[in-house]
């Protein structure tokens, strides 16, 4: 498992967190993974916020933190953990850093970001909802069909990624995420 190095400051900077429930994973489930306060991130080793300052935490929480800050419209403080992802062609932490881009205004960004989480993963159903999210954001209703079309050749028009995505699409846009 790889870990990556944090450094006080780069997380002081980061993370502007309060403590209330999140989500985990790139996932668009509720976990009970909590957002830590200013200068802390939650340890699932010790199964609490510890503070940081020059500690190792492995990929997978960074990513889960990555994730649980997204959903909590937090995504500054989200694109600073994921990348921080020691592994540089993770799909979840390309993804993750698509999505909190688009949330922030920033389409073309978070669209880059979601290619490559699909270069490297092209199953990765939930970064290709998020991908035809951005197109219809982005009033490419076109591409964001093609993208419905791979998600059901992919997993079928049943799965939630399917669903989610069509919702979007005929609504124009109205999303939760």
Known sequence: MKKTIFTGAII?????????????????????????????????????CIRKKSMVFPDTDLKQQGWALAYAGKYQAAIAL????????????????????????????GISYYKKALAINPDYHLAREYLGEGFV??????????????????????CKEYTLLAKVIKSGGSSNW
């Open 137 to 158: 954001a982005a009033g490419r209703i076109n591409l964001a069909k093609m993208q419905l079309a791979q998600i059901k050749m992919r997993c079928g028009a049943t």
């Open 82 to 109: 994921f990348d921080l992802v020691a592994n540089k062609s993770d799909p979840e932490a390309l993804n993750g850093l698509g999505f909190s881009n688009r949330k922030l205004g920033r389409l073309e960004n």
């Open 12 to 48: 002081a900077a980061s993370l502007a967190l309060t403590p209330n429930a999140g989500f985990s994973l790139g996932s668009d489930e509720p976990t009970t993974t909590p957002t830590c306060k200013k200068g802390y991130v939650f340890s699932k080793k010790k199964k609490k």
